[in-house]
């Protein structure tokens, strides 16, 4: 018995809607395509005559003849991240409501990768893009200039570029990180150590080199959170020890390698963790050497999640307001999109300092 493959009913035509319909076929397709005017009487009859019959919008010649293709761009560091997790979910979900769609890529912060996403979504005719820079303040950024120049709305996350004529949402480092700096020296802290903190060209820096490096680090967000932690210890009348700051490679294994150097006799009794891999490995190297939190050593760290509650101690934390930080981005790009905003601005956000039970007090010493 021979088989005859079965065949898919043919999908509706823009004719067959207008047809049915009873209106021209142009006036159906600017009614499907979303462009030009038409009146509510005839709106009404081809949305009805569309639904009837089950047509979809064919969104490529939709995109072709309006120039709108209702998808927008988001270029992050880590998608494995949960800040940048967090991000996402506030940018998704405005987008989302608005009627777009999202494409996502990661750079690993990478300059070259984030150059190919940018001309990839361009290529796509995206309506705009969130990024997080690369590159960091003294990026090349060449190809986010040429998204811009070619009218493509643009918006910074997290990070700015220096010079980059575009929207930022960014979040309130400087303060927050004063904030907890602030906490554990009125808790009687001294030695406090940060992990971590901007890169120093020489080995051995100073607060000098701080400093500079701070007001000039790649990732605008590191260098201000160090310039927090040294206006506490100026407000508090302390010297930075420059050797409590870590410069070193910029990762869970560089700030064990930095606790194993500032741990110990006469060391730092608190650690300011400012990434979620920081404060990991902060809680990893006090395991390993067998000290008690906070008994032994206190931990503040950034980027509050759902296990720093249930940790036993739970983790006393900074916590930032990262889905309203994608929610304002995406809000200020479907703004820039319609042609609302005014000339390009930065957002600050604030963060939330959470008191948990991560810190002791100790005797004036630091100890």
């Not at 009805?48 to 992050?76: C, D, H, P, Q, W």
């Not at 998704?92 to 912060?109: M, P």
């Not at 607060?207 to 967000?221: K, Y």
């Not at 930065?346 to 008191?355: C, G, M, N, R």
């Amino acid at each position: 018995m021979k088989t005859v493959p079965s065949q898919e009913p043919s999908k509706p035509t823009l004719s067959e809607v207008s047809e049915r319909a009873g209106v021209g076929r142009s006036s159906a397709a600017r009614v499907l395509g979303g462009y030009g005017s038409v009146s509510a009487y005839t709106r009404d009859r081809v949305l009805a005559a569309a639904a009837e019959l089950g047509y979809e919008t064919n969104e490529l010649a939709r995109s072709m003849s309006t120039g709108v293709t209702k998808t927008i761009g988001v270029i992050v560091a880590d998608l494995a991240n949960p800040y940048f997790a967090g991000v996402l979910r506030g940018v998704s979900d405005t987008t989302r409501a608005a009627g777009y769609g999202t494409i996502v890529i990661s750079t690993d912060e990478d300059q070259k990768r984030e150059d190919e996403a940018v001309r990839l979504l361009t290529a796509k005719r995206v309506d705009g893009i969130i990024v997080a820079p690369a590159g960091g303040r003294q990026a090349d950024a060449s190809a986010l200039r040429s998204a811009i120049e070619r009218g493509t709305p643009l918006v910074q996350i997290d990070r700015t570029v220096d010079g980059l004529d575009a929207d930022a949402v960014v979040l309130d480092n400087r303060d927050a990180a004063r904030e907890a700096t602030d906490y554990l020296l009125a808790a009687g802290h001294r030695r406090i150590a940060l992990a971590w903190g901007p890169a120093v060209p020489t080995e051995q820096a100073s607060v000098a080199d701080l400093a500079l490096a701070a007001r000039t680090t790649e990732i605008t967000s590191v260098g201000e959170r160090y310039l927090g932690y040294a206006d506490a210890f100026a407000d508090a009348g302390v010297a930075v020890d420059p050797l409590l700051v870590m410069t070193g490679e910029q990762t869970a294994e560089g700030v064990r390698d930095f606790l194993a150097g500032v741990l110990g006799t006469d060391g730092a009794t608190a650690v300011i963790a400012t990434e979620q891999d920081a404060v990991i490995a902060s809680l990893g190297e006090a395991r390993a050497r067998g000290l008690r939190i906070p008994q032994d050593l206190s931990i503040v760290s950034f980027d509050d999640s759902p296990w720093a509650e249930v940790h036993e101690p739970a983790i006393t934390t900074v916590r930032q307001p990262l889905r309203a930080l994608g929610e304002n981005a995406a809000n200020l790009l479907l703004a820039r999109i319609a042609g609302e905003a005014p000339g390009p601005t930065v957002t600050h956000l604030s963060s939330e300092f959470v008191d948990r039970a991560s810190v002791r007090r100790v005797k004036r010493g630091g100890r």
